[in-house]
């Protein structure tokens, strides 16, 4: 193995595996990972016109049943409300995207063809309907607060190109315009004159659809040719429209005499603003299997290439670039590993080669785990470079190890022994780790994106084991004597140090084994304590540079109107130390805020306290901030319920019940009620005997009296390019009061008649929206609670509504996210003492030892004390990165053990000074490759994981050279 003839060949095949995997590895696009839990698709119907009772009657409640049979389903929610229904639908994470695609589109068609013509072509996103969008745009035109320039022309041109551009990219669900305004044909009849003539509103539609037409006709086949026959009406201009031939009674009359017709601004549904400056704005959601980097290069790509002013484009939030960022940081934090692990080595080799063979094997690890990663189907995002960089400190140590004995023995044949000897407890410490790292590849629905930091670790061991076992020992070896690094002074000094410290260490165990004998175990069952004293925060909230917030009014408040109370807020907002802008957007009942700002210069906890307490200006509305009154030992967990039943009304009754319970609770910082108040509505009873009497039907009232007061769009007029919406309605009857609604002249055989003598007219609360949940009525509140721990505060919160009564039938539902990770937090533990057994099994088929395998995979919870009770302490619960990193540790902390255990020495203090150097590097080298994630990662996941491995491996350390060494002489 070690002959030099031997070496050419092994240089040769390593070389040829790195230029395949550069080759594959070229094809590499980083960017964030598709890993979801669930398959989500949302579908949205358009019926104008339509109160949310009908909308879930005819639409909402027939696409249920026909979807809710579909495989690998596990959730449905929906809201009817007036004109539109909307559903989404969670699949299995692991069901197939197309074919489910496939199933949801061939169920929507089948439903579409059987509803009324006027019900709008439905459409399917591949995202929740309330996903956010990873990139943001707001665009200006110019000009100033007061006078913002031509936002009709700017929407306009987004409407007709950009959004087409936008939606035709891979990966985009949705793409969500707002501001502005929007051109339309607004033709108004007058109700007198249509009531005069006895003309139905449904039939001038007709007239403008019919001469609005472009279609075949037919073929007119000749000896030698054929030639197609089209029906061309197309509009025009508007004079075309104005001038079209209107039949009343027995004359024939245009449609200017019964309306007033003029190209003018739609009504716009909401009003944005940003920093106090009208614009527009861009929401470009991603589906979930979209690379968000790449998409954004493109998205960004257009933009620049597009007509909109250059100067007026501001890009509010792009998810791309925070993701740039973030893997920017993580691969420095990969580089300063690399340099940390380089600057440790020579203190602990004094071979100059070595240290350059180890420059070399590991950014050849890194390029053969991302080829081998891209054949996965996995790509370079920051889960996979998270892995890769908590693996740096892990990956040497095979090397090392055959490192130390190249640097001992100096005959070929000597060096292939000890090889030889060493290299099952390479293979038994490398096993360990890749068993208890395995299951995670199966956990991704806990922690989204746990399956690439697994695999990427897993993938850079591998590649480890290969290279330590193949290629290592013929590229370190050499007869020749090391040229040193370090000054021999030093080194030997340091040497001396470290091999004189662990004797001792050693030596002071053995004297005190049978003390050991009562403190080990004791310390072992501490670590089990630990964990479940500990506070388990399973929230898996993504944190950006994005404040949000929102103010609720009753349903009946205009956009204008909650633009104007919320201007003097957002502008105080504005000033608050730390914000870059103010995003408002203004609708129907709702102010919906977006702050970013610099996280240098204020904390999110601090800036929602500072937005909470400006609540008192937001005037009749309620100001809600989710992320406001909490501390960072004891987070606000956001707990959404649903109140499940047959009536939405008792089902609000039953959400507001339920919501004042939670909010007596102690740990309860604020409950919201998800709903608001039913809007007002002017309901018709009719009178059959008086409409039967004027020779009308209860449809043709409804039909006439949705002609007159909603106005819908009739057709799209097509010109250049762009389509115009043409839209018929009553004139100036939108606005009207209850007496002139009533007053309304509804057209009939024996001429018009008031609308009030054909039956009474009443306000009153109208339906409102209606949700549902898997089939029934529902009504949702959402629970912030201020705990260490999650589970603690679902289980107050269970306890609480178990306390709420209702009526027989109605019940509450907690989020099914939070029940699933609830359930499968458990998992973690059970793999994390499967892990230990696991490890136990495995040590014991090696080395048909029992009782040494149970006393080295014994050093497993002695290892996890450390990390535990420095969470403890810190009064900070346990995130699932520091879960996943005492998984990870009990693969790792077991390599101590088996080194000094393989060690053939005669005395137990000894063998821990013939490891000494192993034990050392090896730890030393794994607490280097993580501390510059911990630092870079600015808290959440990988911030958790990297700082559980360092405590963990320190703790591993200590129980290696302090602990275990006396319990394994008591043991022999």
Not at 318 to 323: A, F, K, R, T, V
Not at 325 to 335: E, F, H, K, S
Not at 749 to 769: H, I, M, N, Y
Not at 770 to 781: C, N, P, Q, V
Request: glycine share 8%; net charge positive; hydrophobic share 45%.
């Amino acid at each position: 193995m070690v002959n030099k003839r031997n070496v050419p060949p092994a240089v040769f095949i390593f070389i040829i595996i790195t230029v395949i995997a550069a080759f594959i590895a070229r094809n590499q696009k980083a960017g964030e990972s598709a890993d979801s839990r669930y398959r989500v698709f949302s579908i949205r119907f358009e019926y104008y016109g339509m109160e949310s009772v009908e909308m879930e009657r005819v639409i909402t409640i027939p696409l249920e049943e026909k979807i809710s049979g579909l495989a690998e389903l596990r959730e449905i929610r929906s809201v009817s409300e007036y004109g539109k229904s909307l559903t989404t639908v969670y699949f299995d994470r692991r069901a197939d995207q197309k074919k489910v695609y496939l199933s949801l589109r061939d169920a929507v068609d089948n439903l579409y063809i059987t509803l009324p013509q006027a019900v709008q072509k439905p459409r399917i996103y591949s995202a929740e309907s309330n996903r956010r969008a990873f990139l943001s745009i707001a665009v200006s035109p110019g000009g100033t607060a007061n006078d913002p320039g031509n936002l009709t022309a700017e929407r306009k041109y987004i409407e007709s190109t950009l959004k087409k551009e936008f939606e035709a990219l891979d990966g985009v669900a949705e793409v969500i315009v707002s501001g502005g305004a929007i051109d339309e044909i607004r033709i108004e009849f007058d109700p007198d004159r249509i009531a005069e003539t006895g003309v139905d509103p449904e039939a001038l539609g007709n007239i403008v659809r019919d001469a609005n037409v472009l279609s075949l006709g037919g073929l007119l086949r000749r000896d030698s040719t054929n030639s197609r026959v089209l029906f061309n009406t197309r509009i025009r201009d508007l004079e075309e429209i104005k001038n079209l031939p209107v039949k009343a009674g027995e004359e024939i009359t245009s449609l200017k005499y019964f309306a007033r017709i003029d190209l003018a601004s739609r009504e716009g549904n909401e009003i944005l603003k940003v920093n106090g400056k009208e614009c527009i704005g861009i929401q470009i959601i991603a589906s979930p299997a979209a690379n968000v980097m790449e998409l954004s290069r493109k998205c960004v790509a257009i933009l620049s290439a597009s007509e909109l002013p250059q100067g007026g484009i501001n890009i509010l939030n792009d998810s791309g670039e925070i993701l740039r960022g973030m893997i920017r940081n993580i691969m420095i934090a990969i580089l300063q590993s690399f340099l940390g692990i380089i600057i440790i080595i020579p203190f602990f080799f004094k071979s100059l080669k070595v240290t350059v063979l180890l420059i070399l094997l590991l950014p050849v690890n890194i390029l053969w785990t991302v080829g081998v990663l891209y054949v996965l189907g996995l790509s370079p995002d920051q889960n996979v470079l998270a892995g890769i960089a908590i693996s740096l400190g892990l990956v040497v140590d095979p090397c090392l190890i055959i490192a130390g004995i190249a640097e001992k023995k100096h005959t070929t044949a000597g060096y292939r022994n000890a090889v030889k000897r060493t290299t099952g407890a390479i293979i038994a410490s490398s096993a360990t780790t890749l068993l208890v790292i395995m299951p995670l590849c199966f956990l991704d629905s806990i922690v989204p994106g746990i399956r690439r930091v697994a695999a990427a670790i897993m993938v850079m061991l591998l590649n480890s084991l290969f290279i330590s076992c193949i290629f290592f020992p013929d590229f370190v070896f050499s007869k020749e004597p090391a040229t040193a690094i370090v000054p021999q002074k030093i080194f030997n000094r340091f040497k001396n140090a470290y091999i004189r410290l662990s004797y001792r260490l050693s030596f002071f165990s053995i004297g005190r084994k049978r003390f050991l004998l009562w403190v080990y175990p004791f310390i072992a069952v501490a670590a089990f304590a630990l964990f479940f004293v500990s506070g388990k925060n399973i929230s898996l909230d993504v944190r950006d540079r994005l404040l949000y917030a929102s103010v609720e009014y009753e349903g009946e408040r205009t956009a204008a109107s909650i633009d104007r109370d919320l201007g003097y807020l957002t502008g105080l907002i504005q000033k608050e130390r730390g914000v870059e802008f103010v995003r408002l957007e203004s609708r129907k009942g709702t102010g919906e805020l977006e702050i970013r700002f610099d996280e240098r210069r204020v904390k999110r906890r601090e800036l929602a306290d500072r937005v909470a307490a400006l609540a008192d200006l937001a005037g009749d509305g309620f100001l809600y901030v989710p992320d406001a009154g909490g501390s960072f030992k004891a987070g606000i967990h956001e707990i959404e319920i649903a109140a499940i039943g047959d009536e939405s009304e008792k089902c609000r009754e039953a959400a507001a019940a339920g919501a004042a319970a939670v909010n007596g609770l102690s740990s309860a910082v604020q409950t919201v009620l998800n709903f608001k108040k039913n809007e007002g509505a002017i309901f018709f009873i009719p009178d059959r005997d008086l409409i039967a009497g004027r020779g009308l039907s209860i449809r043709d009232i409804a039909s006439t009296l949705r002609w007159m007061v909603f106005g819908p769009v009739v057709d799209k007029w097509i010109q250049g390019g762009a389509e115009t919406d043409i839209r018929l309605a009553g004139r100036d009857i939108k606005n009207s009061t209850l007496e002139k609604v009533a007053n309304l002249p509804i057209p009939s055989p024996a001429g018009s008649v008031r609308l009030d003598t054909l039956g009474l007219l009443k306000e009153a609360p109208g339906p409102g929206k209606i949700y549902r949940r898997d089939g029934r009525r529902a009504a949702w509140f959402t629970a912030h609670i201020r705990t260490p721990s999650t589970g603690a505060g679902i289980a107050a919160i269970r306890e609480t509504l178990n306390t709420v009564e209702t009526e027989k039938g109605y019940g509450f539902l907690l989020s099914r996210d939070l029940e699933l990770l609830d359930k499968q937090y458990r998992i973690l533990l059970l793999a994390f003492i499967g892990s230990i057994a696991g490890i136990f099994l495995t040590l014991t088929a090696l080395t048909e030892k029992w009782k040494l395998s149970l006393l080295i995979t014994s050093i497993i919870p002695v290892s996890c004390v450390l990390p535990l009770l420095v969470k403890f302490l810190l009064r900070s619960p346990l995130e699932m990165g520091d879960m996943v990193a005492l998984l990870v540790i009990s693969g790792i902390s077991v390599n101590n053990a088996i080194y000094i255990a393989e060690s053939h020495a005669s005395r137990v203090c000894f063998r821990v000074r013939e490891k000494a150097r192993s034990i050392l590097v090896t730890s030393l080298t794994g607490i280097a490759g993580a501390i510059p994630l911990a630092l870079m990662s600015s808290g959440g996941f990988s911030s958790a994981l990297a700082g559980g491995i360092i405590w963990g491996t320190l703790g591993s350390l200590i129980a290696a050279l302090f602990l275990f060494p006396g319990l394994l002489a008591k043991m022999e």
